[in-house]
C-alpha cells in the first residue's frame, strides 16, 4: 500500500519518464537475451507511451506464451498488442499487425474462438491488403477461412482458402501454403462433396511429409487428425491402428500437447469398433487428463459423450450431448455438429425418446445433405436404420412410462417399423458406397440380415449376413466381424 501511495503521488509525466529509464536500464542489462524479461519490458514501455517497443515486447511475449502453449497468456498479449496498434493507427505497424494476427489466429483456434477469429480477420482485411498480396495477407485470409468453416460458411470458406494459397504459391512460402492447405483439408471433413475423389488422403500425406521435414508439430499434428478421422467415418480400423502408432511415436519424441492428446482420443474410438467400452472409456478419460487448450478439452468432452452413446451409457452421455448440440447451433462452433449430432439423436433414441431421436437426426440428415457431407448423412440414416430395426427385434416389453412417452411415435410408426428400417438401411448403403465408406455400407448390410430374421426369412438374412461379411473383409472392425459371425449362425 506504501509503494502505491508512493507512486500514485508521482506526476504522469514523471512516471512516464521512470518506466522509459527502467525500461531501457533492462534492456542495456540483458542485450539480446532479454526472452525472460519481454513481459517487464512490454509493461513498461506501455506505461512509458512508447506505443512502438511496447507493441515490439508485447508480440514477443505472445510468441514466447505460444510456444510453451500458454494459450490464456499468449492470447492477452497478442490481444493488449493489437489493441495498441489500432490506437496509433500508423501505416507503419501494418506488417507487424499482420504477423500478430498471424500467431494470435493460431491462439484463437486453440481456444475455440472462432467468433472473435472471424471478427479480427474482417475488421483488418483492408489494411492488410492495402500492402499488396504479402505473407500477411495469405495468413489473415487463412484464418478467416478457418473462421468461415467452423460457422458452416462453406461457399465463403472455400473462396477465402483458395485465395490465401494462391497468393503463398505466388510468394514461394511453403509455410503460408501449409496452413492454407490444411484448413481447405478442413473443409474438405465437413463438406467433402465439394472436393475431388482422394483430395483428403493425398492433401494430408502431402501436407504431413512437409511438416514432418519443416519439424512443424501443428500441421504434422492436423494432417494426422485428418487421416486417422478419415478412417473412422470410412470404418477402415486397421488402418487407423497404424496411424495410431505412428501418432504415439509422434506424441512421445515431441511432447506437442495435441498430439498426446488425440493419440487417446484414437485410442478409444478404436476401442469402440472393437467392442470394448472400458477400453475406451480409460482411453478417453486419459485424453481428457492431458487436455490443455479450450479446443482441446471441448472435443475431447464431446468425444467422450460419444463414446458413451455408442458403447450403452446413453444417460450418461445425453446431457452434454444436448449441451454441445445447442451451443454448437446457435454459435459459430457449427463445425462441432459434424462429429456430435448423429450422436445425441442416437443418445436421445437409447434413453427412450424416440420422437426426439429421431427428429434430430431426420434434421441431421437434411443439414448433412445441404453441406455437402455425404458420409454423415450415411451416418444419420445408419442410426435411424438402426432406431426402425430395434422396434421390430426387441424382445423386452415396454415399460408403461416408455409406452405414455413414446405414444404419438409408436401410433405413427410401429405398423411401418421393418418398412423404415429397410428404407433407411438402403439409403445408408446407397450413400456409403457413394463416398467410399465402406464399413457402414458393411454393418447396414449385417442390419438388413437381422431384419430378414425377424420377417422369419433365414435365407434372405444368410444373404444378406454373407455380403456383409465379404464387404467388411479387410476393415478389421473387430465387432461387427463378431456380430456377422454370429447373425450367420443364427441364420444357419
Not at 515431441?254 to 480409460?282: K, L
Not at 452413446?309 to 450431448?321: K, M, Q, R, V, Y
Request: hydrophobic letters at 45%; one cysteine or more.
Amino acid at each position: 500500500m506504501i509503494q502505491d501511495a508512493v507512486y500514485n503521488s508521482i506526476v504522469q509525466s514523471d512516471r512516464k519518464g521512470i518506466h522509459a529509464r527502467v525500461a531501457e536500464v533492462i534492456e542495456h542489462h540483458f542485450g539480446n537475451q532479454f526472452d525472460d524479461v519481454v513481459e517487464v519490458l512490454a509493461a513498461h514501455y506501455a506505461h512509458a507511451g512508447n506505443t512502438a517497443k511496447a507493441v515490439r515486447y508485447l508480440q514477443l511475449a505472445g510468441d514466447k506464451a505460444f510456444r510453451l502453449f500458454s494459450l490464456v497468456e499468449a492470447d492477452a498479449h497478442y490481444r493488449k498488442a493489437v489493441g495498441l496498434i489500432e490506437q496509433r493507427a500508423d501505416p507503419a505497424d501494418d506488417k507487424t499487425l499482420g504477423e500478430i494476427i498471424a500467431n494470435w489466429g493460431q491462439v484463437l483456434c486453440w481456444r475455440l474462438n472462432f467468433a472473435e477469429m472471424r471478427e479480427v480477420t474482417e475488421r483488418h482485411l483492408a489494411r492488410i491488403e492495402r500492402n499488396g498480396e504479402t505473407r500477411e495477407l495469405s495468413r489473415l485470409l487463412q484464418w478467416m477461412g478457418e473462421a468461415y468453416l467452423c460457422g458452416a460458411r462453406y461457399e465463403d470458406s472455400e473462396r477465402v482458402l483458395n485465395r490465401a494459397l494462391a497468393i503463398a504459391e505466388r510468394n514461394s512460402d511453403e509455410e503460408s501454403a501449409r496452413f492454407a492447405k490444411g484448413d481447405l483439408l478442413f473443409l474438405c471433413v465437413l463438406s467433402p462433396d465439394r472436393f475431388p475423389p482422394g483430395y483428403a488422403e493425398r492433401g494430408c500425406r502431402e501436407v504431413l511429409k512437409e511438416a514432418e521435414v519443416r519439424a512443424d508439430h501443428y500441421h504434422r499434428w492436423l494432417s494426422q487428425f485428418f487421416l486417422v478421422s478419415d478412417r473412422f467415418q470410412r470404418g477402415r480400423i486397421d488402418e487407423a491402428r497404424e496411424l495410431a502408432d505412428s501418432w504415439s511415436a509422434f506424441a512421445e519424441a515431441t511432447g506437442y500437447p495435441p498430439a498426446v492428446t488425440y493419440y487417446w482420443w484414437t485410442r478409444s474410438f478404436i476401442a469402440v469398433f472393437d467392442g470394448d467400452a472400458g477400453e475406451a472409456r480409460r482411453c478417453i478419460d486419459k485424453a481428457a487428463e492431458v487436455s490443455r487448450g479450450e479446443t482441446e478439452k471441448e472435443t475431447v468432452a464431446m468425444a467422450r459423450a460419444m463414446v458413451l452413446a455408442a458403447t450403452g451409457s446413453a444417460a450418461e452421455a445425453l446431457e452434454p450431448l444436448a449441451n454441445i448440440s445447442g451451443y454448437a447451433h446457435k454459435s459459430e462452433n457449427k463445425f462441432l455438429l459434424g462429429w456430435a449430432e448423429n450422436y445425441y439423436g442416437l443418445a436421445l433414441a437409447s434413453v427412450g425418446d424416440l420422437g426426439a431421436g429421431e427428429k434430430v437426426l431426420t434434421d441431421a440428415a437434411a443439414m448433412f445433405a445441404e453441406w455437402r457431407n455425404t458420409p454423415q448423412q450415411a451416418e444419420a440414416e445408419w442410426i435411424l436404420g438402426q432406431i426402425f430395426l430395434q422396434m421390430t427385434t426387441s424382445k423386452e416389453r415396454p415399460s408403461l412410462a416408455f409406452l405414455r412417452q413414446n405414444w404419438s411415435f409408436l401410433l405413427r410408426n410401429i405398423l411401418f417399423a421393418k418398412g423404415r428400417a429397410r428404407e433407411h438401411l438402403e439409403r445408408c448403403i446407397a450413400l456409403a458406397n457413394e463416398c467410399g465408406c465402406a464399413g457402414l455400407a458393411a454393418h447396414s448390410r449385417m442390419c438388413l440380415g437381422r431384419l430378414a430374421l425377424a420377417e422369419g426369412d433365414p435365407a434372405e438374412a444368410r444373404k444378406s449376413f454373407a455380403n456383409a461379411r465379404e464387404a467388411s473383409q479387410g476393415l478389421g472392425w473387430l465387432q461387427l466381424e463378431k456380430d456377422i459371425q454370429d447373425g450367420l449362425s443364427a441364420a444357419a
